[in-house]
């Protein structure tokens, strides 16, 4: 077996080979306790319901366009690209607790932890996310055989007691199971920022801080964000620089890994008016989803000049890309993509 040479603690390293995710098949599932409690907590079920489905072709062949035009550049840039496997996309899952059908294959961030040379898959609490990271066995398979680790967490019961019955204001889960999701989580080379939101508990945290052992740190915050993922509120540009969504980060909360860092403040984002009625899976706090290629150079979302302005103050320079639907199918730049290998 041919030792690893690379791996992935941060986001600004070098970037050398990444997954990006498709729209093939992304839908609204039939609404359950899982996913209205950590997905869609502000609408009513009867409201979710009526839409439950595929979304128009139309908006699935406009986002996989915009995905293969930022695998192009990714190419371009010298970085290897892979792309997901849908082969079970239509499956119906029956579990002992619970059935459903697979949620997309969009955001391979959200559920694979790269962890140095550990591919970490993540205990999802939603039910139509259980067997998702199917799509990139076999990448996972190539970089095992390179020599990468490869570990999987509990697969979770996600009987409805995990789930509170009032989450006004406060995260949806209890602390039954482990549960959480990768992108609840910022790497800082040996430190890893987690949120305790709608996606992930403190038990995710435990296990994650055991699973990694003595060589990193998990850092557990409450007080940032209750709603889902990190990385539309803190995201490091590079050692010793991170950009803050101001609306959710403050001086009196930000992460103690932070405080001696500069600051970039992000104070609103540009969004676009929705042409349909569908429920939105993102705010337009997606606009800070980008993703890193080296430390002077990101893909940052084309509608975001005042994010274009402050990072180029910052010697950063973008790359303007859209998703036209990343608030719709819940995805950004980041969260589409999953970084392998970084220099």
């Known amino acids: 077996m041919e030792g690893c040479r690379m791996s992935c603690n941060n986001d600004w390293g070098e970037l050398k080979e990444i997954i990006v995710g498709v729209a093939d098949f992304a839908n609204i599932p039939v609404p359950n306790i899982s996913f209205l409690k950590c997905q869609f907590p502000e609408y009513e079920e009867s409201y979710v319901k009526q839409f439950t489905g595929y979304f128009p072709q139309q908006i699935i062949d406009e986002q996989n366009e915009d995905l293969n035009n930022l695998s192009k550049t990714l190419e371009n840039l010298g970085v290897t690209v892979y792309r997901p496997n849908t082969k079970f996309a239509e499956k119906e899952t029956i579990s002992p607790t619970w059935r459903g059908k697979n949620w997309h294959y969009h955001c391979p961030r959200d559920l694979t932890l790269i962890i140095g040379n550990n591919i970490i898959e993540t205990p999802s609490p939603i039910w139509n996310r259980q067997f998702e990271t ?83 740190k998990v850092h557990e915050s409450k007080n940032l964000y209750s709603y889902a993922h990190l990385d539309s509120t803190i995201i490091p540009i590079r050692e010793g620089l991170v950009l803050y969504n101001a609306s959710r980060v403050t001086e009196e909360n930000e992460p103690e890994i932070f405080k001696s860092w500069d600051k970039i403040w992000i104070d609103a984002c540009e969004t676009t008016d929705p042409a349909h009625n569908l429920p939105w899976g993102a705010s337009e706090w997606i606009g800070l989803n980008m993703l890193s290629i080296n430390e002077n150079l990101a893909i940052v979302d084309k509608k975001q000049t005042e994010v274009h302005k402050k990072l180029n103050e910052n010697n950063v320079e973008v790359i303007p890309l859209e998703l036209r639907h990343d608030r719709l199918i819940s995805g950004g730049f980041h969260c589409v993509t999953l970084d392998l290998k970084r220099n």
Request: glycine fraction near 6%.
């Open 134 to 216: 199917w799509a990139y066995r076999d990448i996972f398979f190539k970089l095992f055989n390179e020599g990468y680790n490869w570990i999987k967490s509990p697969i979770p019961l996600l009987e409805e007691d995990n789930y509170k019955e009032d989450i006004t204001g406060v995260p949806s889960l209890n602390n039954k199971e482990i549960l959480f999701e990768a992108a609840n989580c910022v790497r800082v080379n040996n430190d890893i920022l987690y949120q305790v939101s709608n996606t992930g508990n403190s038990l995710g945290a435990t296990w994650l801080q055991r699973v990694l052992g003595d060589k990193y």
